[in-house]
């Protein structure tokens, strides 16, 4: 055969096949748009007027066309901050969508300005990120590709376009795969109001935002409310920021406000004015100023350094005045020593590349962290993490949200928190029970809230914690069990430090209530082991003021082995079990 006919047969060939997957592809996918579902459920997170807006991805409402002034209105058709999360075990993610406006910036990049990202979480609740191909065309298009998730579901977060207006957006998967959006999160949001760098100049992606990057490490919502240049305390702004039920507000305008035609006298009052607006509307509500975080150039440049240093002492100033002299509470402030930026952390001097952007996250991480008295630990057991290792038997987030729903239309006077030993057991939320008859006969008499949550470690249950699962309620008790799941991957210095820190965030949320830590129950081949850990449960009871109970002798022999008779599994308790454990519960309640 001739050379020539034989390269054609191959072109052929592959043509074909190229042509055959495209084929397939055109027929065999799911596509969901975030904005246009077909049930009343929203799935476009970062957006705080979803009812209300002129462009299905726009970020304030309609009406504020015509009170904001045109470039902010300009602006807040952009997606920054903007987010959708969803559930799939596709090997292969598809995005498609139309942007409005140029693709990318001089001193920024198409996929920052434009692209997507993608992360990933796994059952232990860890980040991944997430790599895939793009092409920036008239329609631009990310392919991701997850070898790894080897058909398990994972639940994603895909960050939408930071300094660009969407059109439309299409995630594609394979029909055969599943696709779970996951609706809107009903935790309140911590709004910021800032400049360009709060939109996100000049990060390399979406993910890598400082204020996508808090999203992550807190795991809140993050609503982004940034204007590149025109972050200027504006009242019009102000007064839409009023409208929102936050969880924390955040001021970081200072960089739009070094121009000295805003003199002292006007900076402070306009200062004083925002704060003012948003405390008139939200009383509780904390707020933190954030120093101007400098320019990585005044070193060399004395005018720009001045510029800064003279709006942060201003502001100072209006803060101590506030704090000290007013005795205004629930107002805070991030100074730029505890940013950090420096002369590798800006593209320009003024605006953050990625490690920049990594010291803003961290500097607002910790400050957060002390506001609402979360503990800041590089301990596994003390860093907050959700999980779902028991999926598809249910699913965490679900159970999570199905509790804070609840929390509006009941009180419960007891609550138990643990793991699936408590979960199964009964009550509300409704759910598979192993101990309907034990439950109602001991527990249903305390009007009961199962916060339990089958394979939770510590660390999860402190998550659930920090993310209001107590908020709303005033039990007369709280019954703590938790641990076992644990024991594979913590030592028992680890697991006692992590739930000291538990009990405390438990403490600082619901300071009535009468708290019983629980031993852990004896397991299987683990008998010695949680015998002395609840030893160390007891001494830290005793530390903290704290009652303790541990049922563990009635699930054991006289050999100090489990009674199997008592157990389904070896570690989970049967009917005649939840019997004992009801009872011994209600007898010990402080």
Known sequence: MPKYQLIKKIYLCLLCCILFSMFLEAQELKTFSPVHSSDTNRYLEGQLWPRETKDPYDRFPARAENIVRKVVWDLSTSTAGEQVRFRTNAQKIVVKYQVKGNLQMPHMPATG??????YARDQDGNWRWCHGPYSFKDTIQYAFNMTNAQGKALEYTLYLPLYNSV?????????SCTFDPLPVRTEKPIVVYGTSIAQGACASRPGMAWTNILSRKLDFPVANLAFSGNGRLEP????????????????????????????TAILKNKIVQTIHDLRKKHPEVPILLTDHDGYTDGDSNTERKIAYERVNTIQHQVFDSLTQQAGLQKLYYLEREA??????????GTHPNDIGMMHYADAYTKKINEIF???DDTLVTCIPKTQYRDAPLYFWTDRHQAILKLNQRYQP?????????????????????????????YIDQYRPLNLGFGWDKIENALWRIYHDELQGISPKYIVVMLGVNNLGTNTDNEIKRGMENLLQAIHVRQPKARLLLMGILPCKDREERVS???????????????????????????DGRIKESLFSDGLHPNAEGYALLGKFITRNLP
């Open 413 to 441: 006077h007891l609550v138990l928190i643990g793991n699936s030993i408590t979960h199964f057991w009964g009550g509300l939320p409704i759910g598979p029970a192993r101990g309907k008859d034990s439950w109602s006969k």
């Open 373 to 375: 008295q979360q503990h």
């Open 339 to 348: 940013i950090g930026q420096d002369i590798e952390s800006m593209v320009d």
């Open 532 to 558: 002395k850990l609840n030893q160390q449960y007891q001494q830290l009871a005793q530390q903290l003021q704290i009652s303790f109970a541990d049922a563990g002798p009635l699930f054991l022999q006289k």
């Open 113 to 118: 300005v434009s692209g997507v990202d993608l």
């Open 167 to 175: 059109s439309w957006m299409t995630i594609q998967v394979a029909d």
């Open 236 to 263: 019009e702004v102000v007064a839409l920021l009023s409208e929102i039920d936050a969880r924390l507000f955040i001021l970081d305008c200072l960089p739009n406000l070094t121009n000295l035609s805003y003199t």
